[in-house]
């Protein structure tokens, strides 16, 4: 189960921090992702760790202001937004998806398994 928060409204340009515990799976084993998913619009990833923590990876809409990292001690993964703006509105969701051997780093929503509920984020003008 992965439960996601810390989302809220903001203006552009603020900073939010999102969390999301798992509970019911072998953290460290896992690698975990961000989504996001504005209305109107397809859900997108917005960034992913490795189960180490060693790699990263970020769609370019958010490079240089988010950060992804995670805890393993605490079964956590979180997801730091500098910089907010107005297009960064959506519900933003962790995700993970089961260990197949095909590669860590998978863009498409649809490759996951196992979601948290979402946690929405909105950042006015």
């Known amino acids: 189960q992965l439960q996601a928060c810390g989302g809220g409204l903001v203006q552009s340009g603020d900073s939010l921090r999102l969390s999301c515990a798992a509970s019911?799976?072998?953290?460290?084993?896992?690698?975990m992702t961000w989504f996001r998913q504005a209305p109107g619009k397809e859900r997108e990833i917005v960034a992913s760790?490795?189960?180490?923590?060693?790699?990263?990876y970020y769609v370019d809409s958010v490079k240089g202001r988010f950060t992804i990292s995670r805890d393993n001690a605490k079964k956590t993964v979180d997801l730091q937004m500098n910089s907010l703006k107005p297009e960064d509105t959506a519900v933003y969701y962790c995700?993970?998806?089961?260990?197949?051997?095909?590669?860590?780093?998978?863009?498409?929503?649809?490759?996951?398994?196992?979601w948290g509920q979402g946690t929405l984020v909105t950042v006015s003008s």
């Open positions: 995700a993970t998806r089961r260990l197949d051997g095909t590669g860590w780093l998978k863009l498409t929503a649809s490759a996951y398994d196992y």
């Open positions: 019911g799976l072998t953290f460290n084993w896992y690698h």
């Open positions: 760790i490795t189960s180490s923590g060693g790699s990263t």
